[in-house]
């Protein structure tokens, strides 16, 4: 069982659901653990990376994490606060590598059933668009769907973010 | 007018919308009545359809309605809950097949009203990205939205579901 | 300060949006100014506009801004309930256009301020998909999800809405 509550904040593209999520985090107390799956591959991406580091205080310790969500979490404090931005980079991470999605998502449940604090994580709503042209796409957004389902399903509290407003799925 | 609800399970893809939808259906008492719009044209679609159909008991009857679902409606025991699987594919035979969509759902919502049961339809959501480049995709989004609108008109209930976890649009 | 109030109406493609929205000022006593952002460039676009002006009665005045939304909003006369439809093609203009659109947005809020009576924005949702593969489409998006999260952030109530129906994101 957990003790700290796992609260997952869904969203789509600049809908404010990592400002959001920071938020809920910023309001324990310090110090806070920040995970960062994303990897900076190129310029687009390592402005945004560099967009959202900047946007945060000196009371975050950031640490990275793009493939072993589950080891890293176990790695840390249980005791801190942490905030993990973000679930659909860590799948496209473990889905262009190749790796078995269903035994990390299971890990990650577990990794998140031991801590004793909060749990905040990030993931994109890609599902409410026609059917994409290509293959990929089609196999990440249904990946995409399965893993904020189980996410959701043992989290305390779910809500999807819009216009940096929340909406409750899951009251906790 | 109609005496059995008619609830409409909005969602996108991977959602848990047809989950939700099944789970509605199965805590009234069976024998309950699954109406399949989908043909399987390959084996992606052959796949989604066998893992759906695997998911559900032998309380449940299939019956295929991949155009004339007014036509099936009517032929079926309209003391019986009926779970129609899913309108997004239904629309897409018909535009597919150049049928006159207005005149069906026309007859679609004359069947519904008709029914004496309960009533579940699952329905995707498609509009929420950017445009998309061709005119086909354009078209078949703007007719999803008009269908749903008009299905969620005459609906006495409608959820939007997002990672398994409903959001009322319209209670009951 | 604000004193008639600013209301954000998102929502997908054929969500039922801008009949919302008109659906809000038109409750409010005549005359109403729709100020319109869409420039027909070719017959798809006409369509849609001629459409929307026909569903519209004669105690509407449509003023058109694809660009200079900020001027011609505090060129109207400030006790009149107002409806802007929409921010999504305003933005597309601004884009293509080449404008400041940070500037332009703080202008749009500034004008939104002076306003005596009701304003309703229509904007869409762009985000809730897989990324786009074009960089411009890419773009548009985020520039998308940062105007609604700003005018999110002034306005006095937010709505989004689905299949025709509204959910609260921003209670007044």
């Known amino acids: 069982m957990t003790d700290g509550p796992t609260i997952l904040v869904l969203g789509g593209a600049r809908s404010g659901k990592s400002r959001h999520a920071e938020a809920i985090v910023?309001?324990?107390p310090p110090p806070w653990l920040y995970v960062a799956t994303a990897q900076s591959f190129d310029?687009?991406?390592e402005e945004r990376i560099a967009i959202h580091r900047a946007r945060r205080s000196s009371d975050w310790q950031t640490v990275e994490a793009p493939i072993d969500l589950s080891a890293t979490l176990k790695s840390l404090p249980g005791d801190r606060p942490v905030l993990i931005d973000c679930l659909?980079?860590?799948?496209s991470n473990l889905v262009l590598g190749e790796h078995d999605v269903e035994r990390a998502t299971d890990a990650?449940?577990?990794a998140l059933q031991r801590r004793d604090a909060a749990t905040v994580l990030v993931s994109s709503e890609v599902g409410l668009s026609i059917v994409p042209d290509?293959?990929?796409a089609?196999?990440?957004r249904d990946a995409q769907g399965v893993l904020n389902q189980r996410i959701a399903e043992i989290a305390d509290r779910v809500v999807l973010v819009a216009a940096g407003l929340p909406l409750v799925l899951k009251p906790q």
Do not use: H, K
């Open 26 to 28: 910023s309001a324990l």
């Open 43 to 45: 310029a687009e991406m």
């Open 88 to 91: 659909t980079v860590w799948l």
């Open 108 to 110: 990650l449940e577990d």
């Open 134 to 136: 290509n293959a990929l």
């Open 138 to 140: 089609r196999r990440f």
